[in-house]
């Protein structure tokens, strides 16, 4: 079974950036789309980007122009980079498949967006 790791959150102020990264344990992650969800507090976890195997790229709307979702096969690794971030960026960010596999969902990172 895959195991996901994220990394990378912090605390920021608004307009800032941060770069998450997601490493996968096993050889099936080339063929696999991946996705970045987020949970904000008090709200449903959400799709924040997603890329397939050969790199096409889908993004909430919320986060169009800000947001740059990456992978490299050859490191088992998914990167999620954030610039212009803003206070309703805050969260905690999670990588799985895209669509999610219940079963592949790991801690997350936490994201605060604050001055």
């Known amino acids: 079974q895959v195991q996901l790791v994220e990394s990378g959150g912090g605390l920021v102020q608004p307009g800032g950036s941060l770069r998450l990264s997601c490493a996968a344990s096993?050889?099936?992650?080339?063929?696999?789309?991946m996705g970045w969800y987020r949970q904000a507090p008090g709200k449903e976890r959400e799709l924040v980007a997603g890329?397939?195997?050969?790199?096409?790229?889908v993004y909430a709307d919320s986060v169009k122009g800000r947001f740059t979702i990456s992978r490299d096969n050859a490191k088992n690794t998914v990167y999620l980079q954030m610039n212009s971030l803003k206070p309703e960026d805050t969260a905690v960010y999670h990588c799985?498949?895209?669509?999610?596999?219940?079963?592949?969902w790991g801690q997350g990172t936490l994201v605060t967006v604050s001055s």
């Open positions: 799985n498949f895209y669509p999610a596999d219940l079963a592949a």
């Open positions: 096993g050889s099936i992650f080339r063929l696999r789309a």
């Open positions: 890329i397939t195997s050969i790199g096409n790229t």
